[in-house]
Structure formats: structure tokens, C-alpha cells
């Protein structure tokens, strides 16, 4: 992984070029008071402050330049990597102070997996310098979780299955000194016999298995989060097309999310009893997938009729929702690839949010308008409930007609969490169609900084 921590650096009056920040509304009063040489410059560039907008400017010597970029008025947390994109190697610090959540962009947009590439990057360290160290942590850290889940779902399906994806929790849980154990087999069959069944058709090295890690103090609130983990969806017998297929290493987004959760709330030790749950499985086609009419029992006890074999991650969800509200914990969050209809409701990066609960569902958006990773709520509309009906069993996993599809989806997803329980569900793509600054094509964290600043609100660490 990236090692952002040599990317953004305390400033103890080091040299560096200077990044002046500028707003287009004050850009004419600002011109004004520049020099005829940058007045020039800034005219041959049409530079003209918009948000993005980067220029170089030469000063009295060869070395001594400096950076234009035109930003908003409040900073988000990508609007300083054009400028790490578009500069050299070297060190830099800004013309004002910014807030940590800014800092990010001009991490991530040094980020990439260079697993599979011949050549390191060519463009070597932009490092910054910041005036305030506690920042410097707080953006390192937000830096490495985004870069968790960009990796995890950016890995392509042969080096990350269920035994992979079970690696990383072990090597984040070593890290913070959690514990972790795994169920597979006949404990499996057993106890969550819908995420056996989904997994069931993959070979034995990539079967199906619940990862759970636990942390904290047992005397702390325990808050439960799951993430959806099929490492590779073929739709099943209900075999996707091609197109369809391509991008299906992302399914599963959900426990690369959930897991970099974990490593922050682990590593800013947070006053919770931790508890992760990733069903993790290979929907793959043999001999003894599961059917299109086929009903399986599910560990809460309900019957369900599967329509669609390509309706399978609410099936491993929903086993893991089962234990999960077992022990009655005062807050369960799940993050899953589930939808298709999520995005075309919402696009690619506006993960849905559902909640049985206002009071949740209104803090989780608050965070993330504060967070700059926004969150639009869907209605676990009452009325849809019987689209779940089946003639033959308590639910079926994928109504007919195909509407309002993410909507039934959580509302399937409901049947299985205690009504007392507080509980939020993400629905996010865990994808960049295409580039942005600070946010290249390929996986990508939609939801995560959402949930954390909400976590770090509602259970602030000692040492804020």
C-alpha cells in the first residue's frame, strides 16, 4: 500500500514551493495585488480561479516557483488533488491553513495498486507540509481506509477470495491486537446455511466462510458492522452476461468497506465493543449451485423461495444479520454491493442509505454532508412488503416486475434485524466509472468516511 505518511509531512519551516490556494469570487481583487510577472502568467494560463483550475508561476530565480489552484469557498476533500496530480516530485505546503478532511485528495491522488505493474510509479513523492501535526494523523489515517478498500476491490478475483479476503481481517486484526475466528464446513451448514448454500458451488480452497473479528471493551456499547463479501458473483445459474460480469471482483465492495471501517474505529480506539461480520463466499456455477426454485432455511428461521440466483448477497446478508442481532447490540451497519436499481436511482456515487431508525438515518447524513461523502436516504417503504410473498415458503429474495428493487432489497434485509435494534443499511457501488482528481477509475470508498464520522460523533474518542 501507499505510504501516505511520507506524503504529508509536519512543517517545521522546511523548504518547499508554495501552493497558493485562490477563490474565483476574490480572484480580481486578489490579481490586482500581484506583481505585472504573475498578472502576465496568469493571463497567457486563462487562469481564472475556478475550482481545479491549476497554473505554475516563476519567480526571481530557476528554482523558486510556485502553484496557482482555484478552490471553493470551503474545501472538500478532494479539491486539492489537481495540484498533487499536475506537480512534480518535491515538497510543498498551502497559503493558508485547511482542515484535515482536506488533506485527503492530495494523498489519494497519489494512490495506486502497483501489484500488477511492471514500473513504479514515474512521478514520484509530492509531499506536503502541514502546520498541524494532529492533522497530518487524521488525514494519514482517512488516506490508508480509503486506500484499504481501493486495493481490496481493485485485486482481481484470483488473488482475492474468501481465503484472501479472510487474510486481510487477520491482518488488520493482528495490527490492534483483536481476536478473530472463522466458520466454515459442517459449522457452516449448520448455523448459516444460506451463506453455505450461495458458496457452495465454488471449489474447496475458495468456499464459502463467516469472517468475525472482535475488539474492545465488553463493557463499552457494542456496535455490529457486516460486509457483504462475495468475491466473485457469476449470477449463478442465473448466469450474468459479459458486461454484467466484468466488474464482479467489486462484489465484494461491502467487506472492503466495513473492514477499513473497522481499521479506523480499531486504530483511533474508539469507546466500542467492536464486532465485524463478513459472509464471505464464490457465487460460482456447478453441479450443486443453488436453483432457481429452490428454498432454503435461513439461520433467523425464516423459509426463502430464491427466484434469482443472482439475488445471492442479501442471502449471506441476511445470515449474517441473524447473529449479528443476537447479542442486541445498540447499533448494527451493514455496507453491501446489493443493487443495480440503488445506481440507477441514485448513480454511481450516492450510496442509498436505509435505516429502521430516523435517528440514525439523520446522523448518518449529517456526517456525510460534514464528510463530503454524501448519503441519500430510501424509504423502507411498508407497502412494498408484499412483493417479498411467496406461494411456497415466508419470503421470495427477488420480487418480479423489477421495481423498486434496492427498496425490496433492504426491506428483505429487514425481516432478519430485531425491530428494537437501530440498524442502517449502504447500498454503495464501491466504484469510480471514471477519473476524478484524487479519485482514479477503478474501486473506490463510497459511504466509509460517512459512517466513521458519524461513528467518531456519537462515540468520541478519549483523546478528543
Known amino acids: ?161 474468501p481465503a484472501e479476503l479472510q487474510a486481510a481481517v487477520e491482518r488488520v486484526a493482528n495490527r490492534h491486537g483483536a481476536s478473530t475466528r472463522v466458520i466454515r464446513g459442517d459449522a457452516l451448514e449448520s448455523g448459516f446455511p444460506m451463506i453455505a448454500a450461495v458458496g457452495r458451488a465454488a471449489v474447496a480452497e475458495r468456499g464459502p466462510r463467516l469472517i468475525e473479528l472482535e475488539w474492545g471493551d465488553a463493557a463499552n456499547p457494542a456496535v455490529t458492522v457486516i460486509g457483504k463479501g462475495v468475491c466473485f458473483d457469476t449470477g449463478g445459474l442465473d448466469i450474468k452476461p459479459s458486461t454484467g460480469m466484468r466488474l464482479m471482483k467489486k462484489d465484494m465492495g461491502g467487506a472492503a468497506h466495513a473492514l477499513a471501517l473497522a ?71 451493514d455496507f453491501a454491493t446489493l443493487t443495480g436499481a440503488a445506481r440507477v436511482a441514485l448513480g454511481p456515487e450516492l450510496p442509498a442509505l436505509f435505516a429502521n431508525d430516523d435517528a440514525v438515518a439523520a446522523e448518518l447524513t449529517e456526517a456525510g454532508a460534514a464528510a463530503g461523502d454524501p448519503l441519500w436516504r430510501l424509504p423502507l417503504w411498508p407497502g412494498y412488503r408484499d412483493m417479498l410473498k411467496s406461494d411456497v415458503a415466508d419470503l421470495n429474495n427477488s420480487p418480479e416486475g423489477g421495481f423498486a428493487g434496492s427498496i425490496t432489497a433492504a426491506l428483505f434485509l429487514e425481516r432478519f434485524v430485531p425491530a428494537t435494534t437501530p440498524w442502517a443499511h449502504l447500498d454503495t457501488f464501491a466504484w469510480m466509472p471514471v477519473a476524478r482528481p484524487g479519485r482514479p477509475k477503478g474501486g473506490e470508498a463510497l459511504g466509509l468516511r460517512a459512517a466513521w464520522t ?5 462515540y468520541p474518542p478519549a483523546s478528543r
Not at 481499521?263 to 449451485?289: C, F, K, Q, S, W
Not at 426463502?304 to 448477497?313: F, H, K, L, Q, S
Not at 444479520?321 to 447479542?327: K, M, P, T, V, Y
Not at 458519524?454 to 456519537?458: A, E, G, S, T
Open 1 to 161: 500500500m501507499t505510504d501516505f505518511s511520507a506524503l504529508l509531512l509536519p512543517d517545521r519551516g522546511q523548504p518547499a514551493h508554495v501552493v497558493q490556494l485562490v477563490r474565483a469570487d476574490r480572484f480580481d481583487e486578489w490579481l490586482t495585488a500581484q506583481p505585472e510577472r504573475v498578472r502576465a502568467v496568469v493571463a497567457a494560463s486563462d487562469f481564472r480561479a475556478r475550482p481545479g483550475q491549476f497554473a505554475l508561476i516563476p519567480g526571481q530565480r530557476a528554482d523558486d516557483w510556485s502553484g496557482l489552484l482555484g478552490v471553493p469557498e470551503e474545501l472538500g476533500p478532494y479539491d486539492l488533488a489537481p495540484a498533487a496530480a499536475k506537480l512534480v516530485e518535491g515538497h510543498y505546503r498551502l497559503s493558508e491553513a485547511v482542515p484535515a478532511s482536506a488533506m485527503l485528495g492530495w494523498l489519494t491522488a497519489q494512490h495506486r495498486l502497483d501489484r500488477y505493474r511492471a514500473d513504479p510509479d514515474p512521478r514520484g513523492k509530492r509531499v506536503l507540509f502541514s502546520a498541524d501535526p494532529a492533522h497530518v494523523e487524521e488525514a494519514v489515517r482517512m488516506a490508508q481506509a480509503v486506500a484499504l478498500v481501493r486495493d481490496l476491490v481493485d485485486t482481481p478475483a484470483n488473488d482475492m477470495g
Open 263 to 333: 481499521d479506523l474505529v480499531m486504530g483511533t480506539r474508539l469507546p466500542i465493543r467492536l464486532r465485524l461480520l463478513i459472509p464471505a463466499v464464490e457465487n460460482a456455477i456447478a453441479g450443486d449451485a443453488i436453483r432457481p426454485g429452490d428454498i432454503l432455511r435461513s439461520r433467523g428461521g425464516l423459509s426463502v423461495e430464491i427466484a434469482n440466483t443472482d439475488a445471492e448477497g442479501r442471502l449471506i446478508l441476511a445470515d449474517a444479520l441473524s447473529l449479528a442481532g443476537e447479542d442486541k447490540p445498540a447499533l448494527i451497519l
Open 454 to 458: 458519524m461513528l467518531i460523533r456519537r
